[in-house]
């Protein structure tokens, strides 16, 4: 049993809240305790991170906060397997998706950030004043401050990372709450944190629970000067409204119920893996993958019986076994919502192409499972197709013309990201640019360049993460007015 502790001004310490268990989701068993944060820790931690501003971090110059950032990225990497255990261990997603994607994006961030931050320049503007002289207006960055971090479970390194590291590569320290069911690796950090270098109070870790708890006791702390979030939507409407005291900004990365777009001169096979993944990776539980998928109607049978095909072609199993294909989800909670929508779709009428239940496995009975689920035959309007289930599932509609596919896909509250399937140029561009997403994959999905923005509109996000567009929410711009 390991006992997960808070990380506050470079110590571990025990919260004074009620601890809960952490379970692993594979097996449902419990695998460990987590100590969570009262408010005393979270003042405790906002303290630790107001004085590290004001200490050796807030007076140290760039190059040096570069050097300790890629010291960090290194120290994530010589302890890969124990960051591999840890996430694997709290998500039960398979060996193959954390060793490929979270552990290394997780060390990969301090580095994009370590670069952009050396790069990073501000504008100048030469300006000719009435007296017939001139002046010349430069910008400043500096840090925006303390920064509360609230984060999700799916990509739970990774996402975190995502943020802390434009965070100090900025200048600012930070407040991590993780997700309560994801305590370990943002724990395992602060000891490389230790490892480093990095001053104490710098990054501090309290875990707890959102509401009424470490996550709201962090959001509406006033000592955090901005708020960096990634999960739910409806979270994301409380936190802001957290943040609304104090006039604080927020960066909300948020729900969505994102289309797949697939045309009938796509390359079918690499359309099916591409739309495969988008649907089934990590359980379905990412938040860029693919609800709805769109068909041309003269490929739409074809297409069906490829995405059933792959949907049953995934390997259920130990999570530590590399040839396991489909982990569990996360919790039981979680895999009671996703089975909810399973029994909404038979209800209603959906035609299951694959899929629709739970898998057997024995030995793995009481773990978090639910099979890649494929329907079809469900009106627009029914709550499968509009709302976000987040798990391991799809919904298939023909559709004939493009405006009607770019009609239908936008028909949502949601915008985060679209992948779209096509051969043909024009329509692959037009496409892209009428989705109204933060993020439109052509002929590719989760496709990442680092310095790119990243993020979603309407109800997916405020903000863009990414390369030079993480620096407008960590850093605030001071134009400085020179008269000659
Ligand atoms: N847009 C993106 O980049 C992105 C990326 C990953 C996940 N997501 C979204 O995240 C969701 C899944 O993650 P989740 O279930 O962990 O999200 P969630 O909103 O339930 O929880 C996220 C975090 O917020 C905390 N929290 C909950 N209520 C809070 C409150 N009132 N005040 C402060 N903190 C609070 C939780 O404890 C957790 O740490 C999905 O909706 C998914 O689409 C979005
Ligand atoms: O589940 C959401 C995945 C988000 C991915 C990123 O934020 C990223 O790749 O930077």
């Not at 076994?321 to 996360?330: Q, R, S």
Request: charged share 20%; net charge negative; glycine share 12%.
């Amino acid at each position: 049993m390991t006992t997960y502790l808070n990380f506050i001004d470079g110590q571990f310490v025990k919260g004074s809240a009620q601890p809960f268990a952490n379970h692993f989701p594979t097996t449902g068993e419990v695998i460990g305790e987590v100590s969570a944060a009262g408010r005393a820790e979270v003042d405790a931690a906002v303290g630790a991170a107001r004085a590290a501003l004001k200490g050796p971090w807030g007076r140290m110059p760039v190059a040096e906060r570069v050097a300790l950032l890629r010291k960090l990225a290194d120290g994530i990497n010589a302890r890969f397997d124990e960051f591999l255990a840890a996430e694997i261990r709290d998500t039960g997603k398979p060996r193959a998706i954390a060793s490929h994607i979270d552990i290394p994006r997780g060390a990969a961030n301090f580095n994009v950030f370590a670069d952009q931050i050396l790069t990073a320049s501000t504008e100048t503007f030469e300006m000719a004043t009435p007296d017939g002289g001139g002046a010349l207006n430069y910008a400043l960055r500096s840090p925006r401050g303390v920064i509360g971090v609230v984060c999700p479970w799916n990509l739970p390194l990774l996402l975190m990372t995502w943020k802390v590291a434009p965070a100090l590569a900025c200048g600012n320290t930070v407040v991590v709450k993780p997700s309560e069911e994801t305590p370990a690796t943002a724990t395992l950090l602060g000891e490389v944190m230790n490892a480093v270098g990095i001053p104490p109070g710098v990054y501090n870790v309290v875990h707890g629970l959102g509401p009424d708890a470490a996550g709201e006791f962090l959001t509406s702390h006033p000592g955090v000067d901005g708020i960096t979030f990634t999960g739910e939507t409806r979270t994301g409407e409380a936190i802001m409204r957290a943040a609304a005291r104090g006039v604080r900004p927020v960066s909300l990365e948020l729900g969505g119920k994102n289309a797949g777009i697939v045309f009938d001169d796509a390359d079918l096979d690499a359309a099916l893996e591409g739309i495969g993944r988008a649907c089934f990776a990590n359980t379905g539980q990412v938040c860029l993958g693919t609800e709805r998928v769109y068909v041309q109607r003269g490929i739409f049978d074809r297409f069906a019986e490829g995405l059933a095909e792959k949907a049953r072609g995934y390997r259920f199993g130990d999570p530590f076994d590399p040839a396991t294909t489909m982990g569990t989800v996360i919790s039981a909670e979680h895999r009671d919502k996703v089975l909810s929508y399973y029994t909404k779709a038979r209800d209603a009428g959906a035609t299951i192409l694959a899929g629709g239940g739970v898998p057997e496995m024995q030995g793995y009975e009481n773990g978090y499972w639910v099979e890649p689920t494929v329907w079809t035959g469900l009106p627009e309007d029914s709550a499968v197709v509009r709302e976000e289930i987040f798990g391991p599932c799809t919904h298939l509609t023909p559709f004939d013309s493009e405006d009607e596919v770019t009609a239908l896909a936008n028909d949502t509250p949601y915008g985060l990201a679209t992948s779209i399937w096509t051969t043909n140029l024009g329509r692959a561009h037009r496409t892209a640019k009428a989705v109204d997403v933060g993020i439109s994959w052509i002929n590719s999905w989760f496709l990442r360049d680092l310095r790119t923005a990243f993020g979603g509109s309407k109800a997916s996000g405020i903000g863009r993460e990414g390369g030079v567009h993480s620096l407008e929410f960590y850093t605030e711009l001071r134009n400085v007015c020179v008269k000659l």
